[in-house]
């Protein structure tokens, strides 16, 4: 099994900045594909940036040149950094991961979501 277990939410006025983090642990082979998501009451989750093993990155149109999303392999972490923050980035952000392990003779790949963490931006 593998866990993720985000960090860094919080209140902040707009135009102000948080860094979230995401920690996986667990029966860990590789970390493969990551990504940051959120969902804002009464929609959708929505995708927020990718980052591939080798560190490229995709970001949705809302938040390019704002958020930057980074991972650091050796502890297997991946930090989505947030800045000029709006309030309509509002919403529990959610780090997802696919991940290859081993168990007994053989390797598999699973995905993998964290609890989420609160973000609220006021006005």
């Known amino acids: 099994q593998v866990q993720l277990v985000e960090s860094g939410g919080g209140l902040v006025q707009a135009g102000g900045s948080l860094r979230l983090s995401c920690a996986a642990s667990g029966n860990i082979f590789r970390l493969n594909a990551m990504g940051w998501y959120r969902q804002a009451p009464g929609k959708q989750r929505e995708l927020v940036a990718t980052?591939?093993?080798?560190?490229?990155?995709n970001y949705a149109d809302s938040v390019k040149g704002r958020f930057t999303a980074s991972r650091d392999n050796a502890k297997n972490t991946v930090f989505l950094q947030m800045n000029s923050l709006k309030p309509e980035d509002t919403a529990v952000y959610y780090c997802?991961?696919?991940?290859?392990?081993?168990?007994?003779?053989?390797?598999?790949?699973?995905?993998?979501w964290g609890q989420g963490t609160q973000v609220t931006v006021s006005s």
């Open positions: 980052l591939t093993s080798d560190g490229t990155t």
């Open positions: 997802n991961a696919d991940v290859t392990s081993y168990s007994a003779d053989y390797y598999y790949s699973r995905d993998y």
